[in-house]
């Protein structure tokens, strides 16, 4: 009895580890007759210590398949999931990954914010300038009281200290403010959230409850960054002066941003136009095997390149093709394809943004929002007549694989294309259209409307779409 206890207390904790009932694991614990031999209960908390040292995990014990942390792997597994998700969710809105080092360290970002009244330089930026710029703010960070004087207008929106108010209470989507004994900010930084969520907007417009993967097309990141006092790691990296780097931020646009300019030092287009793109939407990569417009890597590189090079966390990564002098001069001269910190504040965050960022799925589209009939012969135009399954594989409407297709094959320039070792442009996954209306279409925006992508098809494959077969795919696009 002694010893069914001691297994009773054990299984419960070996159960508490692989998310198993207590009673289940006592009772077969003790129908297979095996007391567990665990040294330390401590040892027992972490899977990754335990496993190996308890008769369950030996995979000749006879009672293999019998125990209930087997039979039950599956639920062990899911739970072990959704605690990544939701640590992988943390980091996507809350870690800086030490990137306040640059945007308020070098860039001077947070002066700018605050303004001279408040410690800073120049006039700051209060709440209605900061969410003109697209900066969004989360509802649930603010306390019932504020909300009520929101609502009443008896918050100032126009004073930078009522910014600083709402970066103490971490309200502010994808910018964290970092503050000293005094009050005083003294530092920011940003997080993937800044780009990549928006709000319901169900208190008021840029106000709400946070919305993760949807691109924020009224970001205008340009426009913030060139409100930093200092850019010289920008005129330094890009051999430009001040009042040129400002020009190229400022000429960005809203939802656009440019991760490669300080890659390849390309400021602006063959036409003379900004060479950044849209920020893209979240939703439905897990299986998509190349990352942005063109096609630059997989998830699993990518990430760690945003992080590192784009938001300039402080963390540890590689990609020797940013080594290529001749594609990527700056990233080659400035050691940029291999990246150390110490500590580095990056990787074990990694797996768990991931986990993340691969579970975010489309919203629905809401009611009304496509015709129901129409889509349906829209979808047999969309895998039939049209071709567009060639690229746009369903379900994943990508094309699965190391893909990308040349530029010429859609009919369009070459220019972005090229900007990608891989020298194509990958076939975004269509889903959450409702997502994407926003700022265009095609990686800069190109095509103001889904008639003009859908025309602009027609005309490229000649597919002589009839008007309402035209029509028809539209609408079931907007269904995805
Ligand atoms: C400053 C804005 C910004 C921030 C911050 C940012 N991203 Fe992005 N992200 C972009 C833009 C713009 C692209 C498209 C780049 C391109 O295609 O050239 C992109 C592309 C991506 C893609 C590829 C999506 C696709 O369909 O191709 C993923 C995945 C991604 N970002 C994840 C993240 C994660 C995770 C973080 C935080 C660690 C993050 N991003 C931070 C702007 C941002
Ligand atoms: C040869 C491959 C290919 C075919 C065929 C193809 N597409 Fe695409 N599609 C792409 C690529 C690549 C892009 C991204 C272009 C860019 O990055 O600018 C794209 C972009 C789009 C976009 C814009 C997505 C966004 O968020 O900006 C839509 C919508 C779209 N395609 C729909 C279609 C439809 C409808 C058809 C059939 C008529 C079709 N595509 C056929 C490769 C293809």
Known sequence: MKEVRTVARRS????????????????????????????????????????????????DDDCYGKH??????????????????????HTFRYETFGDEAFWGGKLGLHKAIAGEANGGIGPGIGPATA????????????????????????????????????????????????????????????????????VDDSFAP???RRLDGWPNRDLNVGAIVAAAPDLSPFTDLLGLPDDAVRNVLNGWGPGKFDAFLHLDGKATRPDGGPAAVLIPPLFNLQGVGL????????????????????????????????????????????????????????TPKLAALLTYVESL??????RGFYDKAAAKRGEALFTGKARCSNCHVPPLYSLPGHASVPAQAI???????????????????LRGMLTRVKGGFFHDGRFATLEDVVDHFDQHFTLELTRRERADLIEFLKSL
């Not at 942390?69 to 969710?89: C, M, N, P, Q, Y």
């Not at 003109?132 to 703010?137: F, R, T």
């Not at 966390?313 to 594609?327: K, N, P, Y």
């Not at 940029?336 to 500590?343: A, E, G, I, K, W």
């Open 361 to 366: 799925e489309a919203p629905p589209p809401p």
């Open 12 to 59: 419960g904790l070996l159960a508490a580890t692989f998310g198993v009932t207590t009673l289940a694991a006592v009772s077969l614990a003790v129908a297979c007759g095996d007391a567990l031999e665990v040294d330390d209960e401590e040892d027992v908390g972490l899977v990754g210590e335990a496993y190996g040292k308890h008769p369950e995990h030996r995979h």
């Open 206 to 208: 840029g106000i709400g």
């Open 131 to 198: 969410l003109a710029l697209g900066l969004k703010v989360d509802v649930e960070a603010l306390p019932q009281s504020l909300q009520k004087q929101l609502r009443r207008g008896r918050v100032d929106l126009e004073d930078p200290a009522t910014t600083l108010a709402l970066l103490k209470l971490n309200a502010v989507v994808g910018v964290t403010g970092f503050f000293d004994g005094s009050g005083t900010l003294e530092s920011i930084g940003i997080q993937c959230a800044l780009c990549h969520s928006v």
């Open 291 to 346: 990352m942005t417009w063109n096609g630059f890597s997989g998830m699993s590189a990518w990430v760690p390149l945003v992080i590192n090079l784009e938001m300039w966390g402080q963390g540890v990564f590689s990609d020797r093709r940013l080594a290529d002098e001749t594609q990527f001069p700056i990233a080659a001269a400035n050691g940029f394809s291999r990246v150390r910190h110490d500590p580095d504040r990056v």
């Open 411 to 429: 009919g369009i320039d070459s220019f972005q294309a090229d900007r990608s070792p891989n020298r194509g442009y990958r076939p975004p996954p």
């Open 68 to 89: 209930p942390e087997h039979r039950h792997d599956d639920d062990s597994v899911v739970r072990a999931l959704e605690k990544k998700i939701r640590e992988g969710r």
